[in-house]
T-cell receptor, first 114, second 114 residues
Framework: QQQVKQSPQSLIVQKGGISIINCAYE??????FPWYQQFPGKGPALLIA?????SEKKEGRFTISFNKSAKQFSLHIMDSQPGDSATYFC?????????????FGRGTSLIVHP | NAGVTQTPKFQVLKTGQSMTLQCAQD?????MYWYRQDPGMGLRLIYY???????DKGEVPNGYNVSRLNKREFSLRLESAAPSQTSVYFC?????????????FGPGTRLTVL
């Protein structure tokens, strides 16, 4: 059973456009929601994260929108650039065994055409 | 700082062979994690260690064992490799429960089991 559902699986946008990736979760025990960016041949790296006590967080061209009642959150990439082409993973985390444990979505492959 | 390092980078095994993947971090993090990444499946947690001396199973622990050798090092062992364990393996570390839950990933080990 997939605890974190991510869509779309792949996304193609033109340079300057808006990229939107959506995630939904089921377990209300999750209380930390990060997005990771992964380039080919590299490990994932944290892009931006949000806690459920706020509805939106913005860092530069990247924004997370969070809807606690719907148990959904999304990543918006404004003015998308070819350098943003990567795989993006959402995650939902909760504390277990003394550590924050993330459950990842299956990823979205983003291609930004010049 | 090197961050999270993993060895080896690539490995080819025959079915039934054993091997140990090594991971080390120099950020004085309490928590360490092992994930596998398969196409279309995202990152799935194999085992984690919330602190030195403790280990816990993640989502897909079967066929693996781990050792938290000290605060810096966390190894993953495949006792009898199977083709289903062909994957990219990532080690990660974090401060653990608390304010900063960012996970720092290593560059990965690409394992093929024939």
């Amino acid at each position: 059973q997939q605890q974190v559902k991510q869509s779309p699986q792949s996304l193609i946008v033109q340079k300057g456009g808006i990229s939107i990736i959506n995630c939904a979760y089921e377990n209300t025990a999750f209380d930390y929601f990060p997005w990771y960016q992964q380039f080919p041949g590299k490990g994932p790296a944290l892009l931006i994260a949000i806690r459920p006590d706020v509805s939106e967080k913005k860092e530069g061209r990247f924004t997370i929108s969070f809807n606690k009642s719907a148990k959904q959150f999304s990543l918006h990439i404004m003015d998308s650039q070819p350098g943003d082409s990567a795989t993006y993973f959402c995650a939902a985390s909760k504390v277990a065994g003394g550590s924050y444990i993330p459950t990842f979505g299956r990823g979205t492959s983003l291609i930004v055409h010049p | 700082n090197a961050g999270v390092t993993q060895t080896p980078k690539f490995q080819v095994l025959k079915t039934g062979q054993s091997m140990t993947l090594q991971c080390a971090q120099d950020m004085n993090h309490n928590s360490m994690y092992w994930y596998r990444q398969d196409p279309g499946m995202g990152l799935r947690l194999i085992y984690y260690s919330a602190s030195e001396g403790t280990t816990d199973k993640g989502e897909v622990p079967n066929g693996y064992n781990v050792s938290r050798l000290n605060k810096r090092e966390f190894s993953l062992r495949l006792e009898s490799a199977a083709p289903s364990q062909t994957s990219v393996y990532f080690c990660a570390s974090s401060d653990g429960g608390g304010g900063n839950n960012e996970q720092f990933f290593g560059p990965g080990t690409r394992l093929t089991v024939l």
